[in-house]
């Protein structure tokens, strides 16, 4: 299931934060554990990977990562707000000192003229406060190819915010 640059990705992330030891937590939606699926396929994540969160349902991101409703009913799962919260919540929630959160419509069908199939929010947090956030139109590309896109997206936003200044 797992390109080459997925494995990558995934072996540098973990050896990264190994020799620093950092942990990492995932806050996932429409990639349903994929995300902690990559990182775990790694030997050696278990001293990286500290939880992952599969929060695919409003009332899971509620219950789970601390989303407050009201973010959802104002901007909906799909958005920098809902993401932004994912991430915080799962850093709070967890022993990690960052964390990858991402929600998104993978479709084939649930898009909008708004918010169209292909559409997908991250967000990593830091537990020192800092935050970072994309937002990816991949396009109608296929469920497949949408999750794994994210997947990527993911692992390079967590390196991103693992060195950052």
Not at 35 to 58: H, K, M, P, W
Not at 77 to 104: N, Y
């Amino acid at each position: 299931m797992w390109t080459t640059d997925t494995e990558e990705k995934a072996r540098a992330i973990i050896q990264d934060f190994t020799s620093r030891g950092l942990k990492l937590a995932t806050a996932e939606s429409c990639t349903g554990g994929l995300i902690a699926g990559a990182l775990t396929e790694i030997a050696g994540s278990s001293s990286v990977v500290d939880r992952g969160f599969v929060t695919y349902s409003n009332e899971a991101k509620v219950e789970m990562l601390g989303v407050n409703p009201a973010t959802l009913a104002a901007h909906g799962a799909v958005s920098r707000e809902t993401a932004m919260e994912m991430a915080r919540g799962a850093v709070l929630r967890s022993a990690a000192d960052i964390a990858i959160a991402v929600t998104g419509i993978a479709g084939p069908g649930g898009g909008s003229a708004e918010k169209p199939v292909g559409l997908v929010h991250l967000a990593a947090a830091a537990r020192d406060g800092a935050m970072i956030h994309r937002e990816m139109r991949y396009g109608d590309i296929g469920r497949p190819a949408v999750r794994l896109a994210t997947v990527h997206t993911a692992l390079d936003l967590v390196a991103e915010l693992a060195h950052a200044p």
